[in-house]
């Protein structure tokens, strides 16, 4: 299975920035999205931002315009910049890798044990 294990997690003020990554122990060239989610404290877990293995990216509302993702088959890496930072940015981010179980329109996910973003002033 592909193990993944994310960092770059810290503290940062409102309106700063952070560049949490992921790093997948196996290929990622293979797989369909590449994905960030985070939970926040009493929530539930959230999609952040998926990018698939064609470059297509897609965005929570909520982070549109301040964050991106991307993804290096190469490294087998998959970032998250995050700018302009705000309070309820705050939580737990996991780095997510979906892929499909086919035939069929069915999929399979591997989870990261996840890094912890705090935005305060």
């Known amino acids: 299975q592909v193990r993944l294990v994310e960092s770059g997690g810290g503290s940062v003020q409102p309106g700063g920035s952070l560049r949490v990554s992921c790093q997948a122990s196996g290929s990622i060239v293979s797989i369909n999205y590449m994905g960030w989610y985070r939970q926040a404290p009493g929530k539930e877990r959230e999609l952040v931002a998926t990018v698939s293995s064609t470059g297509t990216t897609n965005y929570a509302d909520s982070v549109k315009g301040r964050f991106t993702i991307s993804r290096d088959n190469r490294k087998n890496t998959v970032d998250l910049q995050m700018d302009s930072l705000k309070a309820e940015d705050t939580g737990v981010y996991y780095c997510?890798?979906?892929?499909?179980?086919?035939?069929?329109?069915?999929?399979?996910?591997?989870w990261g044990k996840g890094t912890l973003v705090t935005v305060s002033s």
């Open positions: 997510n890798a979906r892929y499909g179980l086919g035939p069929g329109p069915r999929w399979g996910d591997y």
